[in-house]
């Protein structure tokens, strides 16, 4: 007999004996709980709703859904008058216009999506349907976070764009954390280089984010974008425009451009459904859709833990009801959430748990694509 045969034969003694020892023992006493290996990402931060951790863009194979964290705070804003470099100190928790904190964002959503843990009931999701089940039609995974360097706003950007693109090389679909409203510049520059036809937009904001400076931030984000031919400004729907932080000038340069917006007065006449049906006709006839959320379009009473809050915004159901039917109704090709500043949150984290939610929903939808009949 072959050493290797016989190996296999002792291996097959071996497991009998073990079976029939569990089996023997569950006749005593109740079977003990296998022990299993926490999804931890890092310390004590679990990998988002406990989905495997993908260390390498390997581990991307086969994968449908990719959340990811891109902690860049970006350029601080000290008063109305003052910016202040990536690098200056971080606000205290107690500052009142001075707010940052966006690093920590993803952290906080992977600690707080432990409410949608897929250990709960594999992603069972009556909301959709009263039999759908999320992972049933989809596989997802934790990418980890993309690697910033406060001192190089490019080389950080780089690196998100050449993370995020081994993501959609994949052929999956990122989830995106930021981080501040920089983040949709390499997000949508990634799905550009991944993507033949245009791409349609739509963002959820207090703030037009119109202007158009040199260096990209979280207030000139969009302008840099439409100089390439894939993005089309009159397929960019803004929606939830409100309070006294736009400037006139935004609106002068969204109406030149043929940008659709909606103000938070425009969503309180016509409902939040009307106006997300209106959106969808934006970015008809686009070959790819693109949804950023900036979270100060929540009201702050639904999300106090906001870089910049401006009262008077969406509910948590009607931000939820949103994203639903976009998803629904068209496949959201990437999606990310920006500006949670954690250090603000109520203690119980309901800002953080909103914005895990929110994430979850864009995954149900895409799994629900993907579920439909063709």
């Known amino acids: 007999m072959s050493r290797e045969k016989e190996t296999t034969n002792r291996r097959k003694k071996l497991d009998k004996v073990w079976d029939e020892a569990y089996s023997d023992s569950k006749k005593t006493i109740p079977q003990r709980i296998e022990r299993r290996l926490k999804a931890i990402l ?89 039999d759908f089940i999320i992972f049933n039609h989809i596989k997802a995974v934790d990418y980890g976070d993309v690697d910033v360097d406060v001192k190089n706003p490019d080389a950080s950007i780089e690196n998100s764009i050449r993370k995020i693109s081994e993501i959609y090389e994949a052929g999956a679909i990122p989830l995106v954390s930021g981080g501040d409203h920089t983040i949709p510049y390499p997000c949508i520059r990634s799905l550009m280089n991944n993507t033949d036809g245009n791409i349609g937009m739509i963002s959820f904001d207090s703030h037009f984010d119109l202007y158009f400076e040199e ?18 400004p009159e397929k960019f729907c803004s929606i939830g425009i409100r309070g006294l932080r736009n400037q006139l000038h935004e609106r002068y340069v969204a109406e030149k451009l043929g940008i659709q917006y909606f103000t938070m007065a425009d969503v309180e006449q016509e409902g939040i459904k009307k106006i997300i049906k209106k959106a969808l006709k934006v970015v008809e006839n686009t070959d790819a859709l693109y949804v950023s959320l900036d979270i100060d379009v929540v009201d ?66 895409i799994a629900w694509q993907k579920a439909k009949p063709s």
Request: hydrophobic share 40%; glycine share 8%.
């Open 42 to 130: 890092y310390g004590d931060v679990p990998t988002f709703m406990e989905l495997p951790h993908a260390k390498k863009k390997e581990d991307l194979a086969g994968v449908d859904v990719a959340f990811v964290g891109l902690p860049w705070e970006g350029l601080k804003y000290l008063d109305p008058w003052t910016i202040l470099p990536e690098t200056a100190a971080p606000a205290p928790p107690d500052s009142i216009y001075y707010r940052t904190g966006a690093d920590k964002a993803p952290e906080a959503i992977r600690k707080y999506s432990l409410f949608y843990s897929i250990n709960h009931n594999w992603g069972y999701f009556p909301e959709l349907d009263k």
């Open 300 to 365: 702050p009473a639904f999300c106090p833990a906001q870089k910049y809050p401006e009262p008077g915004g969406l509910t948590s159901r009607e931000i939820i009801s949103a994203i639903r039917q976009i998803g629904k109704h068209k496949l959201i090709n990437g999606f990310d959430i920006s500006c949670l500043g954690p250090q603000y949150d109520a203690p119980t984290g309901p800002s953080a748990q909103l914005c895990a939610r929110l994430f979850v929903e864009v995954m149900a939808t």
């Open 215 to 232: 260096e990209i931030s979280a207030a000139s984000q969009w302008g840099p974008l439409f100089e390439f031919p894939q993005i089309n």
